[in-house]
């Protein structure tokens, strides 16, 4: 089984023999074993397909796999059939048997399973023709929806390592970094940072020890694209770093994965124990001579560890506080020795590069952003889930054409990027080029890619206020800027939420924004005013309905609102007085409900539960 | 002073986790108190001071350490584990509903751990599941999509099933409709 | 000798030493930068950013805590902008707001004209300097004492809240700590200024010209030349 390679022939060799063996499946069932398809039980499906294979002794032509994550995860659990790639959305166990006698054995399509478009109202067979997937460009999840993350075979079996095998035989260390300079790679963590200027940065340090860092700690939340690149494909990342540590010269390795993340640090540790029996990591790689080793640490929880100086200070075991640069990590990082850190997107995106070449990769995107961008498209949207698309896309497609548009046929008020230090964009600005630049310019940023989409029904304070409340409590409470400024923020903020608002407090959350932008320590503290800022300059009015009017226009801060039931609308149906959980909703039969102000908590139940649309929040 | 009392035991299994990690600096010092943590389930402050002699680092970076990162427990932890993410997404699709709902339900507040030892109930930042919002975590087992109706019925499922476990006559708890 | 660099401070070009800060580099002409996190022979920490400065790149500027900001080439900075003191101001009010009964603080305020607080107040006791637990670790070698928590919960604190075996009773934590000892006496806060020193006058704080208000711009400095 397990086999050292030791030449670049070698690998190509055992890849044919990979592929040969493959061949001998006629079909392949691929579950999706992401963590929204697990949720919705695709485990279960993946048991019941190998029990109904193995029933009817098809299991030596047929095979059941589970891959990483499709990126459809609304729809799941997604299983898709190879070689024919007929996609069933939203399969049980109970449909398995079904989808075996018809679409294995008779080669029919089981229609029900397939996905239905909301529009056309026609049932699409394949995964590549459902508009969330047409309009995508997947190149780092190219891979997701068929490899099995637990296998190398599976990996090498698609090209794997061929990229490395090409950095490490056919080119020198400076060609390797020219490369991905000319290909114009931006760090996929957030700021953006050419990466390509930042491996020379850390191999024109002096020293004979350096080290790089996989970013792993993907703490913004509503973003899962690093989680799923690390659990449906690891050894991308793998190949990444072996590569970019062969140009930066450097001997050791980091992936530092947050520990929410079990299944990632499972399977990465694993890719890098099989890479490890295969020669492509440890002493003398392939027979080049090169050696290079990688560990995994766990993160423990703590979102500034996303900081790269913070990241560095937990890998070194200590509490993840921030530093001040320079000394940048470049020069003086882990243990005092250059350190390079790129974030999982990062890296995966390397292999790409030195396959493809420069020019193909400078060829998708924008004139300063290149490539394609991961994003979780979560929130009030049809479609929710992973994404990617060539940068320069508008938000506009990404949201209507991909997303479906909004869910519950509500109305789109804004869109949220780059987690917590990004902000909140509005409708007519929809139409913005999604580039590192561009989002900057309207006060949000790129991020990791979190696209947290919001509707009508969300109230933007409340929207600021959550995120100064996750920052204060994420805040490392180093400098005094971020400590106190994002908690007297949230004081200010949960005032108003409260009808408490005083017409200085917007200019002085507006001061406060730029002192916490000017004088902060790090990245978290710099940026973290963009959400209240943001909302200011795009909902300024919303501001100060609450300040002024002592009201919440989208009906969510409870202390603005009155719940009360419409008389003409009401069916006396009773079930608002059934879901209410305080008994203010009540009535007899055939009489309007009435909800009672005092012992009403505003908690929004029975407006959920009524069918009428007769609950009024005003 | 009172928390954690370590049993005899135990220290046999310090020592072992000790072995592992001899000689590499202060660096060791996550990975040690996360195997720490994964066999006692917390961290004893007996375990700690022991951890401190032994690799001769000051107490106070242990106790830093341990303080800091959200995913460190100085005192023992529930029969079941209840994780409620308060994500952006999660938040936006009500997730303040869902943990209210839970925290009424166990009469427990975020952070803490019931009397008897059946729950810890806790709120995380995201668990990255963001396609599922709002996203409730009960024992490793992820629940996509709840609401307070959802939330409470599995609350109850689980109160019930642990309280038949500890073989105490009063039941119903489980019967949720 | 060691090698030096050139840079400009507040318009006037001066030599520094490789390696020291900005903030060391400016004391020595005998600027005058607030600090509070900072003390001489402790490790740079960076934390109460008042002593931050304006770095001048090119038409661009940023601010950055002079402390920790080694001197380079070239390097053009400006201590007391309109900036600068704006920002300064509001750390000013937020360390206030945390810790009102500091002498230390309360003399600042008096000193950079900051006349009301407009934060809640919440008396915290402690800014969190740092410079007790580097007292501790750096002159001690002690490390009896470190930080707990994180985000607005982090404290100074021992482990467990008991005496630590390291501790060598030696109070220099105490005496380092701008809060504890020297805890402003005067009677009651009115916007968080507690008003009991009045006779501290506001002064501008360079030495080179009178009213560095009016006259340091990234512009350049009017007082000298221009």
Not at chain 1, 298 to 322: D, N
Request: glycine share 10%.
């Amino acid at each position: 089984m397990a086999r050292q390679i030791s030449s670049p022939i070698e690998l190509k060799t055992y890849a044919e023999e990979v592929c040969k063996k493959k061949e001998r499946w006629e079909m392949v069932i691929a579950v999706c074993g992401g963590t929204g398809c697990s949720a919705f039980g695709s485990y279960d499906v993946r048991s019941a397909f190998t029990k109904e294979v193995e029933k009817l002794s098809l299991s030596d032509r047929v095979l059941v796999k589970m891959t990483g994550c499709h990126g459809f995860c609304e729809k799941g659990p997604v299983t898709i059939i190879y070689p024919w790639q007929y996609t069933y959305v939203s399969i049980k166990p109970e449909d398995v048997p079904e989808v075996i006698e018809k679409t294995i054995i008779k080669k029919e399509l089981v229609d029900r399973l397939l996905y239905r478009d909301p529009v056309t109202k026609q049932r699409i067979k394949h995964n590549n023709e459902i508009p969330f997937y047409a309009h995508q460009k997947r190149l780092v999840f190219q891979h997701n929806g068929h490899l099995d993350p637990t296998s190398i075979d599976d990996y090498i079996s698609v090209g794997g390592y061929q990229a490395l095998a090409k950095a490490l035989f056919e080119m020198t260390p400076e060609q390797v970094l020219v490369e991905v300079e000319k290909s114009g790679l931006r760090g996929r963590g957030g700021a953006g940072f050419p990466t390509g200027r930042k491996w020379r940065f850390c191999r024109n340090s002096p020293g004979s020890e350096k080290y790089i860092i996989c970013n792993g700690d993907e703490g913004d939340p509503g973003a899962f694209m690093d989680r799923s690149v690390m659990e449906g494909n690891p050894h991308s990342v793998i190949e990444g770093m072996i590569i970019g540590a062969y140009a930066i010269g450097a001997t050791k390795g980091f992936v530092y994965v947050r520990a929410e993340y079990p299944i990632a640090v499972k399977y990465t540790r694993l890719a890098i124990e099989q890479a490890h029996q295969y020669g492509l990591l440890g002493e003398n790689i392939l027979g080049s001579g090169f050696s290079f080793d990688i560990e995994v640490r766990e993160g423990a929880g703590a979102f500034v560890c996303g900081e790269e100086t913070a990241l560095i200070a937990s890998i070194e075991g200590k509490r993840g506080m921030p530093r001040p640069r320079p000394p940048f990590p470049a020069v003086s990082g882990l243990w005092g020795k250059p350190t390079n850190i790129n974030n999982v997107e990062t890296w995966a995106n390397v292999p790409l590069i030195i396959n493809k070449g420069a020019d193909w990769f400078a060829s998708i995107g924008t004139a300063e952003s290149k490539g394609t961008k991961t994003f979780s498209l979560v929130g009030k949207i049809n479609n929710t889930g992973i994404v990617e698309v060539p940068l320069g896309i508008t938000l506009r497609e990404i949201i209507y054409d991909i997303g479906g548009g909004i869910s519950g046929g509500r109305k789109f008020k804004a869109v949220q990027t780059g987690g917590p230090s990004g902000g909140c964009i509005p409708e007519w600005l929809l139409d913005t080029p999604v580039d590192y630049e561009r989002l900057t310019e309207l006060g949000s940023m790129m991020g990791s890619g979190g696209m947290i989409v919001m509707d009508e029904g969300t109230c933007m304070i409340d929207v600021a206020r959550y995120f100064m409340k996750f920052l204060s409590e994420e805040s490392c409470g180093k400098c005094v800027p971020c400590r106190e400024g994002i908690d007297r923020a949230l004081d200010i903020l949960t005032d108003i939420t409260e009808g408490k608002g005083r017409k200085e407090d917007i200019s002085l959350l507006e001061e406060l924004g730029e002192v916490l932008k000017d004088g902060s320590l790090c990245g978290l503290g710099r940026t973290a005013a963009n959400p209240v800022l943001s909302t200011i300059k795009y909902f300024r009015n919303e501001y100060e309905a609450h300040i002024n009017e002592k009201k919440c226009p989208a009906g969510v801060c409870k202390a603005l609102i009155t719940f009360s039931i419409d008389e003409e609308k009401c069916k006396s149906c009773g079930k608002c007085a059934k879901v209410c959980p305080t008994k203010a909703a009540s009535g007899k039969k055939k009489e309007p409900y009435k909800i009672d102000k005092e012992k009403c908590i505003k908690c929004g139940l029975c407006r959920e539960s009524c069918k009428f649309g007769a609950v009024i929040v005003s | 002073m009172a928390t954690g009392i370590v049993r005899e035991v135990d220290l046999k299994a310090l020592e072992k986790i000790f072995r592992g990690f001899e000689g590499k600096g202060e660096s060791i010092l996550i990975p040690l108190v996360q195997a720490i943590q994964a066999e006692y389930g917390f961290l004893p402050k007996e375990a700690l001071v022991k951890a401190s002699h032994h690799f001769r680092i000051p107490l106070s970076r242990f106790y830093g350490v341990v303080t800091f990162y959200a995913q460190f427990y100085l005192t023992p932890r529930g029969k079941h584990t209840i994780r409620c993410c308060r994500g952006t997404a999660c938040h936006v699709r009500g997730a303040a509903k869902v943990i209210e709902t839970v925290e009424q339900e166990l009469g427990l507040k975020e952070g803490e751990t019931s009397e008897d030892l059946s729950f810890s109930f806790e709120t995380v930042a995201c668990l990255g599941a963001c396609a599922l919002a709002p996203v409730v975590v009960l024992d490793e087992r992820y629940y996509g999509q709840m609401n307070p109706e959802k939330v409470r019925v599995l609350v109850r499922q689980y109160k019930g099933a642990s309280i038949q476990e500890s073989s105490i006559g009063e039941e119903n708890n489980g019967k949720a409709d | 000798m060691a090698d030096m660099v050139e840079l400009t401070i507040d318009g006037i070009k001066v030599r520094a030493p490789k390696g020291t800060t900005v903030l060391e580099a400016a004391r020595e002409m005998g600027i005058v930068i607030p600090t509070l996190c900072y003390y001489p022979g402790l490790t740079p920490y960076g934390a109460c950013r008042l002593c931050i400065v304006e770095l001048i790149r090119g038409k661009r500027s940023s601010l950055d805590a002079s402390c920790t900001l080694p001197v380079s080439d070239g390097m053009v900075v400006f201590t007391n902008s309109e900036r600068v003191k704006k920002v300064r101001k509001v750390i000013l009010e937020l360390l206030l707001s945390t810790c009102p009964n500091s002498k230390v603080l309360q003399d600042m305020a008096a000193n950079m004209g900051v006349t009301k607080v407009r934060f809640k107040i919440k008396d915290r006791g402690c800014i969190l300097c740092g410079l007790c637990v580097r007292y501790c670790k750096e002159q001690m070698q002690s490390g009896g004492i470190g930080f707990v928590g994180r985000g607005t919960s982090r404290k100074v604190g021992t482990p467990f809240e008991m005496t630590p075996a390291e501790c060598r009773n030696c109070n220099g934590c105490e005496w380092i700590c701008p809060v504890c000892m020297r805890a402003c006496r005067a009677g009651q806060l009115v916007e968080g200024i507690c008003g009991g020193c009045l006779n501290v006058a506001v002064v501008e704080t360079c030495p080179v010209c009178v009213k560095c208000s009016e006259s340091v711009g990234p512009e350049g400095h009017r007082a000298y030349g221009k």
